[in-house]
């Protein structure tokens, strides 16, 4: 439905703006620091584990890597050439940056073991002997993505202020019984609290 209303059809420009190309990767940076940057460089580091890595075969039950991964670069694709984008429209490809991001990290510690740990030590696996690479992603990408909540948080959490409020006052009968009320909560939409909260009468 996203695909058929935002590609095959339209509504999306002329009702709702356009955003430059680059807007996708910014957002993506934004709620996925580090972690979408490797997953947009997980081709690459593929290919440098395929040509300087001497590997084992994959098991045959294992998809290859490129099926696994062309939904992401095929729906990126897509909607990067849309004019209108929105943050909601690659929630489809959370998981799949998530897992880009983590075979990156996987191909680095292939790298990493092969030319900087392998000639110095007879270790026969890898992961044995990467382990803090794995560790140093997942702390720095976590707290990142902690200090984007808590942004995300001050930055908007008024409307849910401004709502706690109105329960607290309308609790206490503290407004008066016979005039409307006018409450502003900016945009709303498919944002939430809505005015669907509130009682219809007043």
Known sequence: ?????????????????TEPWTFYFINGFLNFNFVFVAALLTPVFLLLVLLLVPLNHRHPACLP???????????????VLQPHKEERFLFPIYPMICLAGAITVDALQKLWFRFLVRRATK?????????PIMVSAILVCSLLGVSRISALYNGYHAPLDLFMELS???GDNKLPADQNINICVGKEWYRFPTSFFLPDNR
């Open 65 to 79: 890597y490129w099926l696994s991964l062309q939904p992401l670069y095929l729906w990126l694709f897509v909607f």
């Open 168 to 170: 607290n006052v309308t």
């Open 1 to 17: 439905n996203i695909l058929y209303y935002n590609v095959f059809t339209s509504h999306g420009p002329n009702l709702y703006g």
């Open 123 to 131: 270790a026969a696996h890898y992961l044995s002997h990467t382990a």
